[in-house]
């Protein structure tokens, strides 16, 4: 191997690396915002006093997933999702019933957070 090869193989090598440390900094980001966004729901803990759902059969709760969706060279993409089909009626309300979103101030609360951990990755 000439040193140039050794340098091209290294650098492969590197953003092989860069790539692995940017996705795991965007799934425990997702993994984050999921919990915060199941948390402090229980049933006659007052969540609507935190304005928080009040959780009657934690369908909804159990259905909110966090997933690396893509990586690549290009791009690094989670989410995190709700799969219940009321579960926007929950977070952005009716016409008959107010807003108790769950998901908007989880992916707020983190927004630092994420963008430390990808600076970490990145090494800035």
Partial sequence: ISGTQKVI??????????LERIGGAVRETAVDVANHAQA????GSNPHGQKRFESQTADLILSIT??????NYAMAEGIVY???EYAAHVEMGTSKNRPY????PAL????????ERMEAA???
């Fill in 122 to 124: 990145i090494g800035i």
């Fill in 66 to 71: 966090p997933e690396l969706t893509t990586i």
């Fill in 82 to 84: 709700a799969g219940e």
């Fill in 108 to 115: 707020v609360a983190y927004t630092n957070k994420f963008e």
């Fill in 40 to 43: 402090n729901h229980t049933r």
């Fill in 9 to 18: 193989n290294n650098l492969f090598m590197a953003k092989d690396v860069l």
């Fill in 101 to 104: 979103p769950f998901l908007w």
